[in-house]
């Protein structure tokens, strides 16, 4: 793990201090081509418990927030059903900085512009601690999901392919 940046604050981190709910924070150096599963295996993680972040949109406009293992794929007709919807998409990675201002890659589902319906895969459970972006690239947070609960409401649902 890389030492905390000078100004490695994200709306993430202040978010959770804020509410002084318990996490690490990690920091790595990314090459822009990395993958998830090569960053989390970089990193002696194992990649089940390292979790990506993906904004979609629904048939009805509405927006939702699905985190999922790193080496899986979201199905989005699972994330459809489990957001009540007929069917969804990612959206485009041009629109996620002002939708979230987060950009791609270092998207986090805490401190979002705005607080989007969020599902978590149901194998977070499975874990003591999970891994998720900490708001840019290069940071990570982990914690217990528990705690991540706490902080933004979710849903468990089995959302991979």
């Given at each position: 793990?890389?030492?905390a940046?000078?100004?490695?604050?994200?709306n993430?981190?202040?978010?959770?201090?804020?509410?002084?709910?318990p996490?690490?924070?990690?920091?790595?150096?990314a090459?822009?081509?990395?993958?998830?599963?090569e960053?989390?295996?970089?990193?002696?993680?194992d990649?089940?418990?390292?979790?990506?972040?993906?904004v979609?949109?629904?048939?009805?406009g509405?927006?939702y927030?699905?985190?999922?293992?790193?080496?899986?794929e979201?199905d989005?007709?699972?994330?459809a059903?489990?957001?009540?919807?007929?069917?969804?998409a990612?959206?485009?990675?041009r629109?996620?900085l002002?939708?979230?201002g987060?950009?791609?890659g270092?998207?986090?589902?805490?401190?979002?512009?705005?607080?989007f319906p969020?599902?978590v895969?149901?194998?977070?459970?499975l874990f003591?601690?999970?891994?998720?972006?900490?708001g840019?690239?290069g940071?990570q947070?982990r914690?217990?999901p528990?705690?991540l609960?706490?902080?933004?409401p979710?849903?468990?649902?089995?959302?991979?392919?």
């Amino acid at each position: 793990m890389a030492r905390a940046p000078k100004d490695h604050k994200t709306n993430a981190l202040r978010e959770l201090d804020a509410a002084g709910i318990p996490h690490e924070e990690l920091f790595f150096d990314a090459e822009p081509t990395m993958t998830g599963e090569e960053i989390a295996r970089s990193q002696g993680e194992d990649p089940d418990a390292v979790f990506k972040t993906l904004v979609t949109q629904g048939k009805s406009g509405g927006y939702y927030v699905f985190l999922v293992p790193v080496a899986a794929e979201l199905d989005l007709k699972k994330a459809a059903a489990a957001a009540g919807e007929k069917a969804i998409a990612m959206i485009k990675a041009r629109e996620l900085l002002p939708l979230t201002g987060y950009v791609h890659g270092g998207c986090s589902p805490i401190g979002m512009k705005k607080r989007f319906p969020t599902f978590v895969d149901e194998t977070a459970q499975l874990f003591d601690t999970i891994h998720f972006s900490g708001g840019k690239v290069g940071c990570q947070i982990r914690m217990n999901p528990d705690d991540l609960a706490r902080l933004i409401p979710f849903q468990y649902a089995d959302l991979t392919v």
